[in-house]
């Protein structure tokens, strides 16, 4: 009878796990349905797609507003619009010391929104020294994660550490900006796309998905794409791009631009229509790069996602 149950538990037990495990893609397919909506809430509210700030230098700061001087990025400036106005607006109304205490607490809260359930379960993970180098915060030794990625665009380009002081910052003229001609994605530093600027069609220009990360350091804050978490801005935690193609998540293969996924078969990717849709890892590699770019004016055929 022992050995009966035995045989009967190794049968099931590959069902249950392919239940839950397409349990828990689909809600992160709903997560990213989440972020889609409301990044697109964010642009009929401020008439743009979220900017993704100054640099990976930088935190979110609730007192800067949504445009260029708003040093946070894209997953920074939506928190309104996922009904988290209060993480958002930690430190509000302060200044100095204070403030940066503040955005330590957000730095060190995570969010369901923003955590793939397959990859790790909800919680903050270890911060690196290297990786203590946000400006207007305090240093941490935990973080939250994010597991997604905003379409920065074709180009080669998805992060930039940023101006070093806000002198720099606020200075719309500074030396060290990178070229707005350099991106053709929806959010990159000091953004402003709006849903007009994307004439290939929002059906037909990728928003936000899923990142590809490296599972030897899911927990230990050392990968360049995974060790600042999902509120500073324009770098390689939260930003993605389509010069490259997606990949499932590999041992040994360090991922810091492609979108992608822990799942099997395919990756949950939220477009600008605000649709969600699941992309084969064997999308054809043109399409996939024209994806990402919001007016290139090339046809895109559906039946090679």
């Not at 953004?191 to 220009?205: E, L, Q, Y």
Request: overall charge negative.
């Amino acid at each position: 009878m022992i050995t009966i149950i035995g045989i009967l538990i190794a049968l099931l037990l590959p069902a249950v796990q392919a239940a839950r495990e397409s349990a828990r893609k689909m809600q992160c397919a709903n997560n990213v349905k989440q972020m889609a909506l409301a990044c697109l809430s964010h642009e009929n509210a401020t008439h743009y797609l979220p900017c993704n700030g100054w640099g990976y230098h930088w935190l979110g700061e609730p007192d800067r507003g949504v445009g260029v001087l708003q040093p946070g990025g894209w997953s920074y400036n939506i928190l309104p619009q996922l009904e988290q106005q209060n993480l958002h607006d930690l430190g509000s109304g302060t200044t100095g010391t204070t403030l940066y205490s503040s955005l330590g607490q957000l730095f060190m809260t995570p969010l369901a929104v923003y955590n793939c359930p397959s990859r790790r379960p909800l919680g903050i993970y270890t911060v690196t020294p290297s990786a203590n180098d946000v400006y207007n915060c305090i240093s941490v030794t935990l973080a939250a994660r994010i597991d997604y990625g905003i379409n920065a665009g074709d180009q080669s380009t998805n992060q930039d550490p940023g101006p070093s002081d806000y002198t720099d910052g606020d200075n719309l003229n500074w030396s060290g900006w990178l070229p707005q001609s350099e991106f053709t994605g929806i959010s990159f530093q000091r953004s402003r796309v709006a849903i007009a600027n994307i004439t290939d069609g929002t059906s037909n220009t990728y928003l936000v998905g899923e990142a590809a990360k490296m599972p030897d350091d899911y927990y230990n804050g050392e990968g360049n794409d995974d060790n600042h978490g999902p509120y500073t801005a324009f770098e390689d935690d939260s930003s993605r791009i389509t010069s490259v193609l997606p990949v499932q998540d590999t041992p040994g293969f360090a991922t810091d631009k492609q979108f992608g996924s822990v799942h099997a078969g395919s990756f949950n990717m939220g477009f600008c229509d605000g649709s969600t849709r699941a992309i084969s890892y064997g999308i054809d590699p043109l399409t996939h790069d024209h994806l990402g770019n919001r007016a290139d004016g090339a046809p895109i055929d559906a039946t090679k996602y």
